[in-house]
């Protein structure tokens, strides 16, 4: 009875629940690389460090905001190819678990068949 | 709702899984289980390297056993409640997992003390196992009617799932009498109720621990500028609030000032709220939970507000690091012009009149900061006191008139409960203890009465936080929290309730006869008053008593306040006395309700310190009128307000006011024989016919005492008592002193005066025997453990 309930929560209940936990899995990744607000303000100054100086203006200021703006871009675009390759990873993995899920209880009866025949690898 | 409600089924497979979900989640067996997984695998890996086909056996192990710790893990552990609304599908895991195969009522009683929510309802409440098995025995076995109420109760307090504490309710729900029960217990059913709503509370609580909250991540505050200068002075109230639990709003009010902060913060205009409302009203959570909101990544505010981040600015450290005030300014400017670069602050100025005013731990820096409040343009809170807000205001109307403002009003009792419900389990955390229901009430109640620096519901929480400290056998009760009151405000709320107090009170009038002669119908309509007061027959809106003591001087309407006070409060220092012929103008009004700071003898001072007390206001009739209306409020409601305009309670006291006015026509009453009492209404007519007090006064007392005048009977046993009080003085010198019959008439004589009552006599008293008394101490005369006895003679020597 035990081991029927378990296969019966495996093909229902329990293959919800793993979809659900790769979900926040994922929706936890994409809120740890921000790819959305990095892109949001892809071209905005790093940090602000030309902000003090925008109040001078002149050329000065021009370049100060110029290479700040480029820095800021060049970390953000590091961040959503390193952020973004990880989550698609992340991804790939969770869907192809998703996939074989409902193969995973015949693995056991598989092993056993494997260990009666013999078979060695 | 139909009332025939579907039988439990033992066989379904929530109720399977619950009660193997009660055997595997243990820790050890759960450890073993993730050991075992462990060495299969290796063994396994093992095997293949050595080309065993018994490493096929050792992978489906590992692979069952892994299906078998996911299975416990997400779903035995707590067996999430069906989809429908059957009973089968809404019982909690934890009562599915105690349900025997054809449970009886008694079955549901005795699972109760199994689950969480049973624990909860018993701590908390007082509902213990062996009460609900015994209400149990005398309900009908079929548990069918216990199921039908639990499913209402379900639906009344809006729960998820029927648990151990809604089957307890159900059980008590459907005993006959079972108001008289919970009476017995100091609880209602509404209690019980709302216990459930607790718990689920709680519960809900509990289970939003392990969920991640997203806050914006590595990215949020790459675009935003650095502070290192505003990191220095100022605490990031949105980063100390990232790690903690959510802040609960609970009050319709705070969620509505919140969204009008939003409102403010993302419209056009000035960017500051001025948060004004009382400390301990709330002020500080809202700000909290608009941090918490802002760094919600789920949230659906704007851009132009989303991941900004709260700063509370420290004025002390601010204040210590530029004590001149060219380089203070500077500093402010300095960090105002950070915060404003960086593009994400919200600067907090927490008690904002620190920075408006100069004072000890504040400074003006209005010229620094209105010119940016009047920009606009940085995002600033201000949080302050209503009172201190209308001091600035008076002073800069231009500073006032540049903000926006938002009242934040004290909460409510239902409020202020469910706050505290909030903040128990963090209490509870902090102290090692548990609080109970009666706790929360006490708490509520003593802090609206006695607590006066602080608003509700922050008095509330703060005594219920002291109570902390005097909890016993670990349990935070309704005693614990007076306790807590008595210790930190320093005043006595315990009134005594047992039997030696209840026989004081039933003994008044004797134990008041041991220290004052006669006026026996004022000691009665006295003492009746108050013992109905101590039955509970009285409106706790007002004082206990209100008298008005009218009669010539010297008859003893001093002393019998002074006797209450002995014997209601138990002690004589128990007495708060103001000679009203001081208060003559009308401005004296506000030396009657002054500031503890200014004057601590003020009345309201005074009551604040010592809330159980007889005040005793001698001579009214000589106050000026607007100190007389200042009173009524007192005399009404037993309450005052105080020139800060809090109120101070006077619940606990009895207010005695003496007057002289008609002492005359009471004298010619007792002179012509009539009987006071059934002259009484006459009188009252005839001094209000005298303009002396007014109607509305007079009407604002329980009762209006005559005391008639002392006879020359009466002055005999006065003498005996205050012979009685030499002796007492005497004792320590193992001195006594007695008079004969003679040495009495004769002080009589000479003392008694009609027009001053007792008066004279005590000066007679002073002058006779205690002189004799001196004389013969020093003489050597007398040594100790010696009776001086005193004749009329002796008397007569010492007087001529």
């Known amino acids: 009875m035990f081991v029927v309930d378990l296969i019966q929560w495996w093909y229902f209940r329990g293959w919800g629940v793993y979809l659900a936990s790769l979900k926040t899995k994922l929706g936890d990744t994409l809120d740890f690389f921000s790819i959305g607000q990095l892109f949001r303000t892809l071209f905005m100054p790093y940090r602000q460090i030309s ?3 925008t109040e001078l203006g002149g050329p000065s200021a021009f370049f100060d905001r110029l290479i700040s703006r480029l820095v800021g871009t060049f970390t953000r675009l590091f961040i959503i190819i390193f952020g973004g390759f990880l989550i698609i990873l992340e991804a790939i993995l969770g869907v192809c678990l998703a996939i074989i899920w409902p193969l995973i209880p015949l693995l056991p009866i598989l092993g056993i068949a494997l260990t009666v025949m013999g078979i060695r690898l | 709702m139909n009332n025939t409600v ?19 989640n243990n820790k050890v067996l759960q450890t073993v289980i993730l050991t075992l997984i462990l060495i299969s695998i290796i063994v396994g890996v093992f095997l293949t390297l050595i080309h065993s086909f018994w490493c096929w056996l050792c992978f489906s192990l590992a692979i069952f056993l892994g299906m078998l710790i996911f299975w416990i893990k997400c779903e035995l552990v707590s067996v999430p409640v069906g989809r429908t609304e059957r009973l089968n599908d809404v019982l909690s895991n934890d009562v599915l997992a105690n349900l025997p195969r054809n449970p009886k009522t008694k079955d549901l009683a005795s699972l109760v003390k199994h689950t969480s929510s049973g624990k909860f309802l018993n701590v908390r409440y007082g509902i213990s196992s062996n009460m609900l098995e015994n209400i149990a025995a005398s309900l009908p076995e079929n548990p069918a009617p216990i199921f039908a109420t639990a499913l209402k109760i379900k639906q009344g307090t809006d729960s998820e799932e029927i648990h151990g504490a809604i089957i307890a309710v159900s059980i008590i729900a459907n005993l006959e009498g079972s108001d008289y029960l919970l009476h017995q217990m100091k609880l209602e059913m509404v209690d019980l109720l709302d216990g459930i709503v607790w718990f689920n509370y709680l519960n809900g609580l509990v289970k939003s621990i392990g969920k991640k909250r997203h806050s914006g991540g590595i990215a949020r505050d790459l675009s935003f500028g650095y502070i290192p200068t505003l990191q220095r002075f100022s605490i990031n109230i949105s980063k100390v609030r990232e790690g903690s639990m959510k802040t609960q709003i609970h009050l319709p009010t705070h969620k509505e000032i919140l969204s009008k902060m939003f409102q403010v913060f993302t419209s056009g205009g000035r960017q500051n709220v001025a948060l004004i409302g009382p400390e301990g009203s709330g002020r500080s959570t809202i700000v ?43 500093l402010v400017m300095h960090i105002l012009g950070e915060a404003y670069a960086a593009k994400n602050i919200i600067i907090w100025l927490e008690n904002a009149e620190l920075f408006f005013e100069d004072g000890v731990g504040s400074v003006d820096l209005s010229n620094v900061l209105l010119p940016i409040i009047e920009a606009g343009k940085l995002r600033i809170i201000m949080t302050m006191d209503r009172q201190k807000f209308l ?91 007076r306790q807590a009151i008595e210790k930190t405000e320093g005043v006595k709320v315990s009134l005594a309730e047992n039997d030696h107090d209840k026989s004081k009170l039933l003994n008044l009038e004797t134990l008041i006869h041991e220290r004052m002669i006669d006026q026996e119908d004022a000691v ?24 008005l003591f009218l009669g010539p001087t010297g008859v003893g309407k001093t002393e019998l306040a002074k006797a209450l006070s002995e014997v209601y409060f138990s002690g004589e220092n128990h007495i708060i006395r103001l000679d009203l012929n001081e208060f003559v103008e009308a401005s004296d009004v506000s030396r009657l309700i002054a500031d503890p700071t200014e004057d601590e003898f003020s009345l309201t001072a005074q009551v604040m310190k ?28 037993g309450i005052l307000r105080d020139a800060r305009n809090k109120e101070v309670s006077f619940r606990d006291t009895i207010i005695i006011a003496t007057s002289n006015a008609g002492a005359n026509r009471i004298r010619e009453y007792v002179k012509s024989g009539t009987n006071l009492t059934s002259a009484k209404e006459d009188f009252l007519n005839w001094l209000m016919s005298t303009n002396e007090f007014k109607p509305e006064f007079l009407n604002r007392f329980d009762e209006i005492c ?9 002055c005999l046993k006065i003498i005996d008592l205050i012979i009685e009080g030499v002796n007492k003085t005497l004792a320590p010198q193992k001195i006594s002193v007695a008079l004969d019959e003679g040495a009495k008439q004769l002080l009589v004589e000479r003392g008694y005066d009609p027009e001053l009552g007792a008066r004279p006599m005590k000066r007679i008293v002073q002058k006779s025997v205690e002189n004799i008394v001196a004389k013969s101490v020093l003489s050597n005369e007398t040594s100790s453990g010696a009776e001086i006895l005193i004749n009329r003679s002796m008397i007569e020597n010492e007087l001529t």
């Open chain 1, 51 to 53: 902000a003090g100086s």
């Open chain 2, 6 to 24: 579907e039988a439990f089924d033992y066989n379904s497979l929530r109720a399977r899984e619950a009660r193997l979900g009660k055997k595997l």
């Open chain 2, 288 to 330: 909290n939970a608009l941090a918490e909101e802002l760094l919600d990544a789920d949230s659906k505010l704007p851009n132009s507000l989303k991941f900004r981040q709260v700063f509370k600015l420290d004025a002390a450290a601010l204040i210590s690091a530029a004590p001149e005030r060219g380089e203070l300014e500077g």
């Open chain 2, 391 to 481: 001091e600035i205001s008076a002073k800069k109307a231009t500073l006032t008139n540049s903000l926006n403002k938002i009242m934040v009003p004290p909460a409510n009792e239902q409020e202020t409960m469910k706050v505290m419900q909030d903040q128990v389990p963090f209490l509870e955390y902090q102290h090692k203890v548990s609080y109970t229901i009666w706790a929360l009430k006490e708490a509520y109640r003593l802090s609206e009465r006695y607590v006066h620096d602080l608003e509700m519901p922050g008095r509330a929480v703060a005594l219920l936080d002291a109570a902390g400290n005097y909890a016993e056998n670990m349990l935070v009760t309704a005693t614990s929290v």
């Open chain 2, 524 to 547: 009665k309509t006295i003492s009746d008053a108050l013992r109905r007061a101590a039955a509970g027959v009285r409106n706790e809106r007002r004082p206990i008593g209100t008298f």
């Open chain 2, 610 to 637: 010592q809330p159980f007390s007889v005040v005793l206001l001698d001579e009214i009739e000589k106050a000026h009128p607007k100190v007389l209306t200042t009173l009524l409020q007192m005399l009404d409601e």
């Open chain 2, 706 to 714: 005559l005391f008639k005048p002392l006879s020359p009977a009466d």
